[in-house]
């Protein structure tokens, strides 16, 4: 359990960095920084608990997560008013973020007694909707559901590693090792090359 505690633990420091670059390149204020990067951090594994009914809500029963985020958003707050470009920043923070909550949505899943196909699913929601809240917040249509390099299908797919090399009887961490390399190569491999599904149809109107 300390492992994935360890393992959760990184997962909210990365997303809260993701979500306070976010707010940044929208020129927010301290607010909007801790909103966002709280959002970020915290919403997909709200979901996930919710769905599972796990209560109370992880960031609730560890009591330190809020307060991590809240450090991160003021530092980083202050850090950002040195960077003149954020964009290129957002990529690492983003796939670790997304690859560590994947991997232990996918196991809390699995411990709630659920299907391969559901906790993958789960696992999926995990690590890729509090970047979701964040784009919502940010008044941007989410990256995920747009033509736009791969994300949920890099989550999906090391959701199906965790779950396979569980089942192999590889022992921990493997399984969740070998599940986050997998998210964070296949998205940087997505965003280099431009990996993406094409869009159903036009916007409406054209």
């Known amino acids: 359990m300390t492992m994935i505690v360890a393992i959760e633990f990184l997962a909210v420091v990365a997303s809260a960095v993701y979500g306070v670059l976010l707010a940044a390149r929208k020129g927010m204020d301290p607010v909007g920084v801790f909103t966002v990067a709280s959002a970020v951090a915290f919403g997909g594994g709200t979901l996930r608990d919710v769905f599972l009914d796990r209560y109370p809500l992880f960031w609730i029963s560890r009591p330190h997560y809020p307060l991590v985020v809240f450090g991160i958003a003021i530092g980083g707050g202050l850090i950002m008013r040195h960077f003149k470009r954020i964009k290129p920043l957002l990529l690492l923070p983003d796939a670790l973020g997304m690859a560590f909550f994947t991997v232990i949505g996918t196991q809390f899943a699995t411990e709630a007694g ?4 559901v906790a993958a699913i789960m696992g999926t929601i995990t690590g890729t909707f509090g970047g979701v809240l964040g784009d919502i917040i940010c008044n941007e ?62 916007p409406p109107g054209e």
């Open 141 to 202: 249509i989410p990256a995920l559901f747009r033509p736009a390099p791969l994300c949920a299908t890099c989550a999906f797919a090391g959701a199906w590693i965790w779950l396979l090399a569980t089942h192999a009887g590889m022992p921990e961490p493997y399984p969740l090792l070998a599940g986050a390399t997998l998210i964070v190569v296949f998205r940087l491999v997505a965003v280099r090359w431009n990996l993406h599904f094409p869009a159903v149809r036009r």
């Open 114 to 117: 659920t299907t391969w196909f």
